[in-house]
T-cell receptor
Framework: EAQVTQNPRYLITVTGKKLTVTCSQN?????MSWYRQDPGLGLRQIYY???????DKGDVPEGYKVSRKEKRNFPLILESPSPNQTSLYFC???????????FGQGTRLTVV | GENVEQHPSTLSVQEGDSAVIKCTYS??????FPWYKQELGKRPQLIID?????GEKKDQRIAVTLNKTAKHFSLHITETQPEDSAVYFC???????????FGTGTRLKVLA
């Protein structure tokens, strides 16, 4: 089954404790993104990747890192999480930039 | 920077009436305009999309129109049903910036 898989679904952590949210797709998509969803602000792009080893900042990259060592995986890293990073996070992938985006199930992160 | 504005933020219609959601984009290099539906607690899913070389596209009760000169595009839902109640997001992807940017969302309520 074609899908985008994120883990974990829910995470509560403390300020400053490094964490990684994983994202994997099995559709051989080139373009992958991370978004955060906050009430009234929609989906804001954090980072995107055009292909393996090609990543760039989206609109809200501060406090986040990503890597794209393999085509299928695009982890999101929070080196030192802060409470303002409490949000619902979605990973998405698409065959190309100008095609349908498929979303993961979402990760609800709470930083206390 | 590049952005996508979406209006209205909330919309209530009677069952059977039409609903229209409007978006404007700022990046003239944008060439792909998808619409996503997000039901409560679920991930966004594509409902219809349009490319910059097309002015209108229809799929049953849903249609999208694009005005490249004015840089705006709209979603039209006819004969609305209670199951159309959800949050709808417009998006635009740009061949200039390689970003895939979403609007802030419209919460549609269809009243039975």
């Amino acid at each position: 089954e074609a899908q985008v898989t994120q883990n974990p679904r829910y995470l509560i952590t403390v300020t400053g404790k490094k964490l990684t949210v994983t994202c994997s797709q099995n559709m051989n998509h080139e373009y992958m993104s991370w978004y955060r969803q906050d009430p009234g602000l929609g989906l804001r792009q954090i980072y995107y990747s055009m292909n393996v080893e090609v990543t760039d900042k989206g609109d809200v990259p501060e406090g986040y890192k990503v890597s794209r060592k393999e085509k299928r995986n695009f982890p999101l890293i929070l080196e030192s999480p802060s409470p303002n990073q409490t949000s619902l996070y979605f990973c998405a992938s698409s065959l190309r930039l100008d095609t349908e985006a498929f979303f993961g199930q979402g990760t609800r992160l709470t930083v206390v | 920077g590049e952005n996508v504005e979406q209006h209205p933020s909330t919309l209530s219609v009677q069952e059977g009436d039409s609903a229209v959601i409007k978006c404007t984009y700022s990046d003239s290099a944008s060439n792909y305009f998808p619409w996503y539906k997000q039901e409560l607690g679920k991930r966004p899913q594509l409902i219809i999309d349009i490319r910059s070389n097309v002015g209108e596209k229809k799929d049953q009760r849903i249609a999208v129109t694009l005005n490249k000169t004015a840089k705006h595009f709209s979603l039209h839902i006819t004969e609305t049903q209670p199951e159309d109640s959800a949050v709808y997001f417009c998006a635009a992807s740009s061949s200039g910036t390689y970003k895939y940017i979403f609007g802030t969302g419209t919460r549609l309520k269809v009243l039975a």
